[in-house]
Every structure is written in C-alpha cells, then in structure tokens.
C-alpha cells in the first residue's frame, strides 16, 4: 500500500532555534499538504506544493517529487508553534493520506 | 472570510444514542469529506461527497452515515455511539480541480461517548 512517513516522531526546541521535518512519500504524487494540528485539533493548512519551493513568513516547504519526500522548515520557533505536523499525499484519483505526524513542542 | 464550520465543537452522548454531528462551508467547494482522528493518530477518511455523489470507503462502519441535502452543508450521523467512537470528527472541503485539490478542514467535533 501507499506509505507516508514522517520524521522525526517527535521534537523538543528551545524557543528561537530551527527545525526540519521531513516527509517522505513511496510513489508519484499530484497533490502534497503540510497541515499543523494546534493543542485544540484544528488542521491548518500551511502549504499545498507537490513540487518545487514556496516560503511564508517563517515557514517554507520543498517538495522533491522525483526523489519523494518534502521537508517542512520552521525558523525562529514561537510557542504557538507547538502541535503536530502532516503532510498528507494524493497519488492519482486516490484519497489524501497522511503521513504518521511530527509532535513539535517549543519550550519558552 | 470564507471557511469550513462545523457544530457543535464539543459533543457528549450515551452509548447507543444515535448522534449527528453538522458541518457547513462558504467556499463554494464541491467535494465535502468526513475524516475521524482518534488519539494520537492521523485522520482516517470515513467518505466522501462529489457533488451529489456519495463515495464511502470501505472500512467504514455501517453504523456511520452522511448526508448531503445541498452544496453548503453535510451531516454526519452516528446511528448507535460505542466507546470505540470516541474521536475527534473533521470536516475538510475541497473544489476539484484536474491536478489540484486543495483541502481545507473545519475546526473539528470532539465527540465524548458514556
């Protein structure tokens, strides 16, 4: 079946300090989502790329398609970027899957 | 602003007693989909509607059902609630369009079952 996979699983930083997460993803997509899940279960969207590189305020995501996998960087961590990160995929016609999250806790 | 509601925010019920959760949107998507995130883990598509069409995955419990009366809303109806139902239920929307589709989720219903 399909696989998705996120790493790592979980993330302790100290507020300021940067992090990558990384998504990687077992065949050709048309569709790739980075999603944070804030502590009350809302899924945000922050990027819809299934190729190349966009950026938003501190935040900016690559998609490499023909090696499969995304990464997700995060600069200057606040606090309010605690929760969990998806990206999720869509290869063809099928249903949006999402990866297994990443947990970030940022410590003030 | 346009967005993806969903009501109530929180939910208890009793197990057994059936339980609808509602969902509506004002961007105008034609694909609306239920989604159930229990603890700890990723959402799980329950089904979804394009357009009028009902698409129903196959793991999906028969004591699950959904209608969609128009474009702007979708209900979701939990005939008989078990303690295995306990999860959060999302709502996400999307427009089809060939190579993109874009989905954007509601705030989500947290649904307790005594």
């Known amino acids: 079946g399909i696989q998705v996979e996120q790493s790592p699983p979980d993330l302790i930083l100290q507020e300021g300090a940067n992090s990558t997460l990384r998504c990687n993803f077992s065949?050709?997509?048309?569709?790739l989502q980075w999603f944070h899940q804030n502590p009350w279960g809302q899924l945000i969207n922050l990027f819809y790329?299934?190729?190349g590189t966009k950026q938003n305020g501190r935040l900016s995501a690559t998609t490499v398609a023909t090696e499969r996998y995304s990464l997700l960087y995060i600069s200057s961590s606040q606090t309010t970027d605690s929760g969990v990160y998806f990206c999720?995929?869509?290869?063809?016609?099928?249903?949006?899957?999402f990866g297994t999250g990443t947990r970030l806790t940022i410590i003030p | 602003d346009a967005m993806v509601i969903q009501n109530p925010r929180y939910q208890v019920t009793q197990f057994g007693k059936p339980v609808t959760l509602s969902c509506s949107q004002t961007?105008?998507?034609?694909?609306m989909y239920w989604y159930q995130q229990k603890s700890s883990q990723a959402p799980k598509l329950l089904f979804h509607?394009?357009?009028?069409?009902?698409?129903n995955e196959a793991d999906t419990p028969d004591n699950f059902q959904s209608r969609r009366p128009n474009t702007s809303f979708c209900f979701l109806d939990i005939r008989s609630p078990g303690l295995g139902d306990a999860a959060m239920y999302l709502c996400a929307t999307s427009r089809e369009i060939p190579g993109r589709n874009e989905q954007f989720f509601g705030p989500g219903t947290r649904l307790t079952v005594l």
């Open positions: 790329i299934p190729s």
């Open positions: 509607y394009y357009d009028k069409d009902f698409n």
């Open positions: 999720a995929v869509e290869f063809g016609n099928e249903k949006l899957t």
């Open positions: 065949d050709s997509v048309n569709n």
């Open positions: 961007l105008n998507h034609n694909v």
